[in-house]
């Protein structure tokens, strides 16, 4: 499969740039969290895996400083001047990789031009981190190109600088750092607070993740999400007037057994938001746990305590999220399901088994139509390597 998209693109950059000499191609996945939903900005742990569905760069090395971007899924070409990189709202997906080309230089990387022309299977706005994609195939591809070097851990933190400084998206770190550092039928435990992390062998064999695209736009999800960061920061505060322990800067930083001792000093709706991601950190350790013993069946358990954790404690659910998880648990031969991302729409992930996959597919998708009129989209992966040349 990935070999004709490479003979596609090929051809492709042959019409484009007169010839097919001396081109390179890397490919970098896409991502889905498996456990460890809203912790991220609290300092926590969350479980990611790359996926089996990715984004190509096929590119040659220009001799003057010229950067062409192209992309197979969109009609718009864009050419800027390494020596004048400005962010511009027309260039739309292009800013992604002009970020990273922005945010090299600006680490003193002098870099070479070149024409690079873009194509994903990775589906636009549907929670399986195409941003994250682009970024780190494109950090990749200019680094290969120019013969630079750079220590791997830098690259998702670089990655996450040109999102967050150039295109203007406050994104955390877990996407670049999984895109980078995934490896194929393994999971990633990231400690976001201090980017330790270890791989842990996904023993998936006859099982796939699903995703389930509700079709809702999480309209509510930015405003929500700032309103979360900033009650998180309220009751870490409060919490720390009563636990004396220097280190405390993060919910993840305090324990289970201390939130129960203070839970009463803490308000309305706070104490739940505080709640879920405690909990959900731990939960986070029972994952690696069931992972390394194989136990899919508790894992399932955990999906689907941090799906009812985030309905009821952090309520950043909504009725479509809550009918396709249901749904989902309906179904013979899944583990688990909860939803992924920041809330109020947007997908949700299944643990499958694969002999299941078409009856899921076909059940959750028409009792979902049935209940809500909406038709919805369904992704199966299967856990990748991270990104890399081929």
């Keep these: 499969m990935i070999q004709k998209r490479i003979e596609n693109l090929k051809e492709e950059f042959c019409k484009s740039y007169g010839s097919s000499d001396n081109i390179r191609v890397f490919n970098a996945p ?14 926590g742990l969350v479980l990611p895996v790359a996926i089996d569905k990715s984004i190509l760069a096929v590119a040659r090395v220009r001799e003057d400083r010229i950067l062409n971007l192209k992309s197979m899924n969109f009609s718009m070409e864009v050419s800027a001047s390494l020596d004048d990189i400005r962010y511009r709202k027309e260039d739309d997906w292009a800013n992604y990789p002009k970020g990273v080309a922005w945010v090299l230089e600006k680490e003193g990387l002098k870099l070479k031009g070149a024409d690079i022309i873009f194509e994903g299977e990775i589906p636009i706005g549907s929670g399986l981190s195409s941003s994250a994609a682009i970024e780190v195939v494109s950090m990749i591809t200019l680094l290969k190109l120019s013969n630079k070097k750079l220590p ?8 996450r600088k040109a999102e967050n400084e150039f295109v203007g998206v406050n994104c955390g770190i877990m996407d670049q750092f999984i895109v980078t550092f995934g490896k194929k039928n393994h999971a990633l435990i990231l400690d976001c607070k201090t980017l330790d992390y270890k791989l842990v062998p996904f023993q998936s064999k006859g099982t796939i993740l699903i995703v389930g695209n509700t079709k809702v736009k999480r ?17 870490v505060k409060i919490l720390k007037e009563y636990i004396n322990r220097e280190e405390i800067e993060f919910l993840s930083d305090i324990t289970k057994e201390e939130f129960s001792r203070y839970r ?14 405690i909990n959900e950190n731990e939960r986070v350790r029972q994952a690696v746990d069931c992972l390394e013993k194989g ?5 399932g358990k955990l999906l689907n305590a941090s799906h009812y954790s985030l309905r009821d404690l952090y309520e ?14 309906k179904i013979k031969g899944v583990y688990g399901a909860r939803m992924t991302g920041a809330g109020f729409g947007g997908c949700i992930i299944a643990l499958v088994e694969e002999r299941a996959k078409e009856e899921f597919v076909k059940r959750v998708g028409r009792d979902y139509q049935r209940k ?7 992704y199966t992966c299967q856990v990748g390597d991270g990104a890399k040349e081929i």
């Design 30 to 43: 896409g991502r889905v969290n498996i456990i460890g939903e809203h912790t991220d900005y609290n300092g």
């Design 264 to 277: 009463d000093k803490i308000p309305a709706p706070i104490d739940k938001r505080c709640e879920h991601v």
């Design 316 to 329: 950043v659910s909504c009725r479509e999220l809550d009918v396709m998880v249901e749904s989902s648990l």
């Design 152 to 159: 791997l851990k830098k690259i998702p933190l670089l990655c």
């Design 372 to 378: 809500l009129g909406i038709k919805p989209d369904f």
């Design 295 to 299: 136990d899919l069946e508790n894992l």
């Design 219 to 235: 309209g509510l999800a930015n405003s929500e999400y700032n309103k979360r960061v900033k009650e998180c920061a309220e009751g």
